[in-house]
């Protein structure tokens, strides 16, 4: 039940729908019911070891397993938040996904086996230019909820190419080829690590990044996103 100070905020700095812009009714967070009930979900938690997103990485790495909370696509409204938290400094948009993702992979039990939470990190001078890493945020988010571990500086990127946008699948894989370098593997050895991305497309960013996870003797890697897309 929102307590009287929650009414007293909400009524003077109204929340706004991160997708339509619509006030936020109490009860409702960062989506609207509208655009909530509207969103495209993918249920892939519910088969978390074979569905579309796993499959990308077959044959790449052994993969435990994979899930994004929706299908994602740069041409529709859902894309909004995703600008947003990335080009229009709204860090807080990541954090809230985070939490508005845990709660709903929460309930098919995703998050059971997993030990730690690895996000996916920026180049340095990126995460300089844009003052965080949304991937990191995602994962605060995802942490808050789930309440397992953050090791946010156990892998980092070394280089930045150039963006991946307009790649195609083998472009993708040469671009972020050795790009990470694992710090602290006595941190990660022997656990299952869960990396966090905002968006997957070839997945070719997120087997970069398990490759060199798995340099830390003993580890089970899992991948989890918001988003998912196609080439």
């Known amino acids: 039940m929102p307590t009287f100070l929650t009414r007293l905020t909400n009524l003077l700095f109204p929340r706004q729908c991160a997708i339509c812009g619509k006030r936020l009714l109490l009860g409702e967070e960062l989506f609207c019911s509208s655009c909530n009930i509207q969103l495209p979900r993918t249920d892939y938690a519910l088969s978390p070891y074979d569905n579309p997103m796993a499959q990308l990485f077959w044959g790449r790495f052994p993969l435990e397993k994979a899930a994004a909370l929706i299908h994602y696509n740069s041409h529709t409204q859902i894309s909004k938040p995703f600008y ?7 860090p807080e948009i990541g954090v809230s996904l985070g939490v508005f993702a845990a709660k709903e992979l929460m309930s098919s039990d995703f998050f059971n086996d997993i030990d730690i939470i690895v996000p996916m990190p920026l180049a340095r001078w990126r ?10 945020k995602i994962a605060f988010g995802v942490s808050h909820i789930t309440h397992i571990p953050m090791a946010a500086n156990c892998l980092k990127r070394t280089v930045f190419k150039e963006s991946q946008t307009n790649k195609n699948k083998e472009e993708r894989e040469e671009n972020v080829k050795d790009c990470f370098i694992l710090h602290k593997p006595q941190r990660l050895q022997g656990k299952h690590v869960l990396i966090i ?12 990044a398990a490759k060199e996870i798995m340099k830390a003797e003993g580890t089970k890697i899992s991948i989890m996103s918001i988003g998912v897309t196609k080439e």
């Open 84 to 90: 947003d938290m990335k080009y229009h400094n709204m």
């Open 197 to 208: 991305d905002d968006i997957v497309t070839t997945g070719a960013t997120c087997h970069s």
């Open 127 to 136: 995460k300089m230019e844009r003052g965080y890493n949304q991937s990191e």
